[in-house]
């Protein structure tokens, strides 16, 4: 591949080791309005859409109130992971020093991406933001949207590094490089290597180090 102009993250299991956060924060919010227990896998099973679309699956009868308290808990419980992953924020800082291009496209709503974003002091850092919906998945579409706003750049100057196997594959729709992210505690590398990403790490350490041969020296 050709250099590297541009780098697209996504956030879960990526940026930072949020999920056991979105978990919580879901059983927070949803079991008193539906008065019963909610396992881990019935709310992963119902990823894709964003959280909007997490609570009309499990409690649709009280779809407002649900993801008004999705928001509160998903804030008032992110002490739970109150940092990104160790050597994010450098490397973000790297990229950006670099000239390179740094966006995200998640599958999170854009509030609760926002909220994150916040705790992590990244506001500021990803030059678009594209989230998820509540309709379904809408990564390769967030993906091409930012390929558009970049004429300059070509798709294999891009990569898009995400933790879920759904991402390799978003990855080859949009026509760029899939990176994947394996140092989450709730990656699942095997499934991961079975989708052949073109490449995977184990540790952003790694990462990193691949990326400073791949950026041209300013």
């Known amino acids: 591949m050709k250099l590297i102009k541009a780098v697209i993250f996504d956030l879960d299991g990526t940026v930072a080791n949020t999920l056991p956060l979105c978990i919580s924060a879901f059983r927070q919010s949803i079991e008193p309005l539906i008065n019963r227990y909610v396992s881990d896998e019935e709310i992963i099973e119902t990823f894709g859409p964003s959280e909007e679309g997490t609570i009309m699956a499990l409690a649709p009868d009280h779809y407002d109130k649900g993801v008004a308290d999705y928001l509160l808990h998903y804030e008032s419980s992110h002490y739970m992971c ?15 020093k670099k000239g390179v291009h740094v966006s995200m496209v998640t599958g999170k709503g854009r509030k609760s991406a926002m909220i994150s974003l916040k705790q992590f002091q990244f506001e500021n850092v990803f030059e678009i933001l594209e989230a ?16 558009e706003k970049l004429p300059d750049i070509s798709k294999d100057e891009v990569v898009y590094v995400g933790d879920v196997p759904s991402d390799i594959v978003v990855s080859r729709k949009a026509g760029i490089v899939s990176i994947a992210a394996a140092w989450a505690e709730t990656a699942e590398p095997e499934k991961l290597l079975a989708l052949k990403p073109d490449e995977i790490f184990y540790s952003v350490e790694d990462f990193f180090d691949w990326l400073k041969g791949k950026i041209a020296d300013s």
């Open 82 to 96: 109150p940092t990104p992953f160790p050597g994010i924020a450098e490397l973000l800082d790297f990229l950006k």
């Open 132 to 147: 998820g919906s509540s309709a379904g998945s809408r990564k390769t579409e967030g993906i091409q949207l930012i390929l």
